[in-house]
């Protein structure tokens, strides 16, 4: 199919609607708490570290899910 | 390091953790429900297929994204559940290690203390004697003292600290004994055998006989209710059930459940009525408390066993024991020497951690770093006898003084069942692989069956004239099992 091909509209619903349940389901993911608390050790440090990244890449998820349901 | 900020459970193989890893083990948790939401997101993404190709594009985008969160989050659980377990395995060491260096001192002590008697007199001995429990106490008054400025309370019964230190001196006791007689070995030192001779079995059996009420009277047995129940379905619900001693019902509750595979029970024991050393007729009392942890037929434990005889539990049907306080002790001497046929054992804060059962009998004992009880029975057992008692810890916030407790354990509020039960869905609710495989092996007590629940109640019969005083110890050695 060539870029310029006109698209379904019924499929075009479907994937954005597929999209924006992925996206909510990516928004509803809870992480835990990135200090644990009275612990102070390298395992702690590392392990804030990864959440504190986590939730970060979790955002750059959540808008590549919404430039590609804009997009579809 | 203690992790003191966190309130949920640590969940631990055997003995006791002095080590609090339940935030890291709740973050893994965490962690691994976010890997498992991310992967299930990952793999809608992979089948959505927009037409358009900016929107593949992103899409794609997307998906090695959520692939890259999900190893994340995966390695920081792997990580933190690894950590998690090489504290345990160091705190046991320690423990251990807390344990052999007591139980040398005790003996050092002992042989020391024999030593000055022969040389310089029993006078000298006994102001040496004096002296070390001098000592001892000057320290325990500081450390009260400092635990007092720490938490704005004096409550010496409910520090970790101090709780700890009580176990150690009981576990030692023995060996003490055994130095001022010449008789220590080094085995003794590296293993702590409470049944070996002149062990602290041997000890609390003398201590009973000597100062408290005299077992052995003869039981009064009433079933005081009886009544349809559906079997409970988590660990939470069991120490929901558990009857209390003082309320006219009784002692002791015992369930039946009559499924296409048979006969299976479930038997709640409550723990200790009165504290009082001239107990009456009530024969869950302290007495009873130390000769259980003397090893010796106690008479809440023949109250138990004649419970279970008079609602007809069979020896070869399946029996799940429940128990609080005593309760759990009796629970524990039950499926050690009754003679059932035992599918599991859960006590909540019993002194039991010294007594190893069968590898084929599954035991959870629920304990608080705050309460007394649990440490009456001396340091819990070590090496593979220990790492088969799956144990939930938990150091309580504010050591249990902030929420209400029942009047009956007011000063003791970190033995309180109702936190118990809190500490126990706690544990349940982490969704742990131990507590899971634990509830998985007593499974067949958990299925939501209908049967019939009774309600038994035990009372002492006392004569009526003061006959010979009857006791339960016959001797040094642990009782025949029955």
Same mark, same amino acid.
């Given at each position: 199919?060539?870029?310029?091909?006109?698209?379904?509209?019924?499929?075009?619903?479907?994937?954005?609607?597929?999209?924006?349940?992925?996206?909510?389901?990516?928004?509803?993911?809870?992480?835990?708490?990135?200090?644990?608390?009275?612990?102070?050790?390298?395992?702690?440090?590392?392990?804030?570290?990864?959440?504190?990244?986590?939730?970060?890449?979790?955002?750059?998820?959540?808008?590549?899910?919404?430039?590609?349901?804009?997009?579809? | 390091?203690?992790?003191?900020?966190?309130?949920?459970? %640590?969940?631990?193989?055997? *003995?006791?953790?002095?080590?609090?890893?339940?935030?890291?083990?709740?973050?893994?948790?965490?962690?691994?429900?976010?890997?498992?939401?991310?992967?299930?997101?990952?793999?809608?993404?992979? /089948?959505?297929?927009?037409?358009?190709?900016?929107?593949?594009?992103?899409?794609?985008?997307?998906?090695?994204?959520? *692939?890259?969160?999900?190893?994340?989050?995966?390695?920081?659980?792997?990580?933190?559940?690894?950590?998690?377990?090489?504290?345990?395995?160091?705190?046991?060491?320690?423990?251990?290690?807390?344990?052999?260096?007591?139980?040398?001192?005790?003996?050092?002590?002992?042989?020391?203390?024999?030593?000055?008697?022969?040389?310089? *007199?029993?006078?000298?001995?006994?102001?040496?004697?004096?002296?070390?429990?001098?000592?001892?106490?000057?320290?325990?008054?500081?450390?009260?003292?400092?635990?007092?400025?720490?938490?704005?309370?004096?409550?010496?019964?409910?520090?970790?600290?101090?709780?700890?230190?009580?176990?150690?001196?009981?576990?030692?006791?023995?060996?003490?004994?055994?130095?001022?007689?010449?008789?220590?070995?080094?085995?003794?030192?590296?293993?702590?055998?409470?049944?070996?001779?002149?062990?602290?079995?041997?000890?609390?059996?003398?201590?009973?006989?000597?100062?408290?009420?005299?077992?052995?009277?003869?039981?009064?047995?009433?079933?005081?209710?009886?009544?349809?129940?559906?079997?409970?379905?988590?660990?939470?619900?069991?120490?929901?059930?558990?009857?209390?001693?003082?309320?006219?019902?009784?002692?002791?509750?015992?369930?039946?459940?009559?499924?296409?595979?048979?006969?299976? /029970?479930?038997?709640?024991?409550?723990?200790?009525?009165?504290?009082?050393?001239?107990?009456?007729?009530?024969?869950?009392?302290?007495?009873?408390?130390?000769?259980?942890?003397?090893?010796?037929?106690?008479?809440?434990?023949?109250?138990?066993?004649?419970?279970?005889?008079?609602?007809?539990?069979?020896?070869?049907?399946?029996?799940?024991?429940?128990?609080?306080?005593?309760?759990?002790?009796?629970?524990?001497?039950?499926?050690?020497?009754?003679?059932?046929?035992?599918?599991?054992?859960?006590?909540?804060?019993?002194?039991?951690?010294?007594?190893?059962?069968?590898?084929?009998?599954?035991?959870?004992?629920?304990?608080?770093?705050?309460?007394?009880?649990?440490?009456?029975?001396?340091?819990?057992? %070590? *090496?593979?006898?220990?790492?088969?008692?799956?144990?939930?810890?938990?150091?309580?916030?504010?050591?249990?003084?902030?929420?209400?407790?029942?009047?009956?354990?007011?000063?003791?509020?970190?033995?309180?069942?109702?936190?118990?039960?809190?500490?126990?869905?706690?544990?349940?609710?982490?969704?742990?692989?131990?507590?899971?495989?634990?509830?998985?092996?007593?499974?067949?007590?958990?299925?939501?069956?209908?049967?019939?629940?009774?309600? /038994?109640?035990?009372?002492?019969?006392?004569?009526?004239?003061?006959?010979?005083?009857?006791?339960?110890?016959?001797?040094?050695?642990?009782?025949?099992?029955?």
């Amino acid at each position: 199919m060539l870029p310029t091909d006109p698209v379904p509209p019924a499929r075009s619903d479907q994937d954005r609607a597929e999209l924006a349940r992925l996206e909510g389901l990516v928004a509803g993911v809870l992480l835990p708490a990135p200090a644990l608390p009275g612990w102070q050790s390298l395992t702690a440090i590392e392990y804030g570290a990864a959440v504190v990244e986590l939730g970060a890449l979790l955002g750059t998820v959540r808008a590549a899910l919404a430039a590609a349901r804009e997009a579809a | 390091m203690t992790a003191r900020g966190g309130s949920g459970p %640590s969940i631990s193989g055997g *003995g006791t953790i002095a080590v609090d890893t339940s935030a890291m083990t709740a973050a893994a948790h965490g962690l691994r429900v976010a890997a498992d939401v991310l992967q299930e997101a990952r793999s809608g993404a992979a /089948w959505c297929r927009p037409a358009r190709p900016e929107a593949r594009a992103r899409l794609d985008d997307a998906v090695a994204l959520l *692939g890259r969160a999900v190893a994340d989050a995966e390695r920081a659980e792997a990580g933190l559940r690894i950590a998690a377990d090489r504290y345990g395995t160091v705190e046991h060491a320690v423990l251990d290690g807390q344990r052999m260096l007591a139980a040398g001192a005790a003996a050092l002590t002992g042989g020391v203390l024999r030593t000055v008697f022969f040389t310089a *007199g029993p006078g000298a001995a006994v102001l040496l004697g004096a002296g070390l429990v001098d000592v001892a106490l000057v320290a325990g008054a500081a450390r009260t003292v400092q635990h007092s400025l720490e938490t704005g309370r004096l409550a010496p019964q409910s520090d970790p600290v101090l709780l700890r230190s009580l176990a150690l001196v009981i576990a030692s006791l023995d060996d003490g004994l055994r130095g001022a007689m010449l008789l220590e070995r080094p085995d003794h030192v590296l293993t702590d055998d409470p049944g070996a001779p002149i062990g602290s079995e041997g000890v609390a059996a003398v201590l009973a006989a000597l100062l408290l009420h005299p077992a052995g009277a003869d039981l009064r047995l009433e079933r005081t209710r009886r009544g349809a129940v559906t079997s409970p379905r988590s660990l939470a619900e069991l120490a929901d059930r558990l009857p209390d001693g003082g309320e006219p019902a009784g002692q002791v509750r015992i369930e039946r459940y009559d499924g296409a595979d048979g006969t299976r /029970w479930i038997v709640y024991i409550a723990g200790t009525v009165t504290f009082e050393r001239d107990s009456g007729e009530e024969p869950f009392d302290l007495a009873s408390d130390v000769l259980g942890v003397a090893h010796r037929p106690s008479d809440s434990e023949r109250a138990v066993l004649a419970a279970m005889a008079e609602a007809g539990v069979d020896p070869d049907e399946p029996v799940l024991l429940v128990g609080h306080s005593q309760g759990a002790l009796d629970a524990v001497r039950v499926a050690e020497d009754g003679g059932y046929r035992v599918g599991g054992v859960v006590g909540f804060g019993g002194p039991t951690g010294q007594i190893p059962l069968p590898e084929e009998v599954p035991v959870l004992a629920v304990e608080h770093d705050e309460d007394l009880v649990p440490v009456l029975g001396g340091t819990a057992a %070590s *090496g593979a006898a220990g790492l088969r008692r799956l144990v939930v810890r938990r150091s309580l916030p504010d050591e249990g003084y902030g929420p209400a407790t029942s009047p009956a354990t007011a000063r003791f509020p970190a033995h309180d069942l109702g936190a118990y039960r809190r500490t126990t869905a706690a544990a349940e609710a982490t969704g742990d692989a131990r507590v899971e495989a634990f509830k998985g092996r007593i499974g067949p007590f958990l299925d939501g069956d209908r049967g019939t629940a009774t309600r /038994w109640r035990a009372r002492r019969v006392l004569p009526v004239r003061p006959g010979p005083a009857r006791t339960a110890v016959g001797g040094s050695g642990p009782r025949p099992s029955r």
